[in-house]
C-alpha cells in the first residue's frame, strides 16, 4: 500500500473591496473564488467559476462551484426576506402608533373646537387639513393649512384650537419619534 499527499496551494489577490482565490481542482483543473465585500451591508458575496484549460471537461471543481452559487444566493434571498419581514413589522408598528396619536389629538382637539358664530349664522361649512408634528416627548409643532374649507374664518379657527391642545399628555411614556401628521377637522352644521 502506497500512502500519498498532496499540497494544495493557492494564489490570493485583493483588490478594492474584493478577493480572489485560485485554487487547483481535481485532474488538472483550477477554481477561481471572487469574494466581494458590498459595502452597503456587511455580508459577503462569494462568485465561484471554473478557470480550465478544458472548459467543456466537466470536475468535481465545477460541482462544488455549483453549490457554492446556490448556497450564496439563498443566503441572499433568506437576507433579503428577513429585511422585508423587519421593515414591513416596524412600518406596521409606526401605522399603529400613528393611529394612536391621532385618536389622543381627536380626544384632546375636542376639549378646544369652536365653530365661530359667524360661519354658523352664514352655514359656513367644510373640511380644513392642518399638518402638524408631534414630538416624541407630546409638544405640538409646526401646525400648518394644508387645504383650506373655503372660509378663513374656519381654517383659522382649526388652527388655533389645535395650537391651543400644544401638548398630549403621557405620550412620551410609549412614542419614542416624531410623528408627522395631517389632520382633518370637519366643519358641518347639523338641524336640530
Given amino acids: 500500500m502506497i500512502a500519498s499527499a498532496s499540497i494544495h496551494a493557492g494564489l490570493m489577490m485583493t483588490s478594492n ?33 471554473p478557470v480550465s484549460n478544458n472548459p467543456s471537461k466537466k470536475t468535481a471543481a465545477h460541482e462544488v462551484i455549483s453549490r457554492i452559487n446556490k448556497t450564496v444566493a439563498s443566503s441572499e434571498n433568506t437576507e433579503k426576506q428577513k429585511s422585508k419581514a423587519i421593515i414591513s413589522a416596524a412600518n406596521k408598528q409606526h401605522a399603529k402608533s400613528k393611529a394612536r396619536v ?8 375636542n ?10 349664522k352664514r352655514n359656513w361649512q367644510g373640511k380644513v387639513l392642518l399638518s402638524l408634528r ?6 405640538i409643532n409646526n401646525v400648518q393649512l394644508n387645504s ?12 388655533n384650537s389645535l395650537i391651543k391642545v400644544g401638548y398630549l399628555p403621557k405620550i412620551s411614556s410609549w412614542l419614542h419619534y416624531d410623528i408627522d401628521l ?3 377637522v370637519v366643519y358641518q352644521l347639523t338641524e336640530s
Fill in 102 to 109: 391621532i385618536s389622543i389629538l381627536y380626544k384632546e382637539l
Fill in 134 to 139: 408631534v414630538t416624541s416627548n407630546g409638544k
Fill in 148 to 159: 383650506s374649507s373655503g372660509y378663513n374664518i374656519l381654517d383659522q379657527a382649526a388652527i
Fill in 182 to 184: 395631517k389632520l382633518p
Fill in 111 to 120: 376639549k378646544y373646537f369652536i365653530y365661530p358664530g359667524l360661519a354658523q
Fill in 17 to 49: 473591496n474584493s478577493s480572489v482565490i485560485t485554487l487547483p481542482g481535481s485532474t488538472g483543473s483550477v477554481m477561481e473564488v471572487k469574494i466581494k465585500e458590498r459595502q452597503d451591508t456587511l455580508t459577503k458575496n462569494a462568485i465561484v467559476k
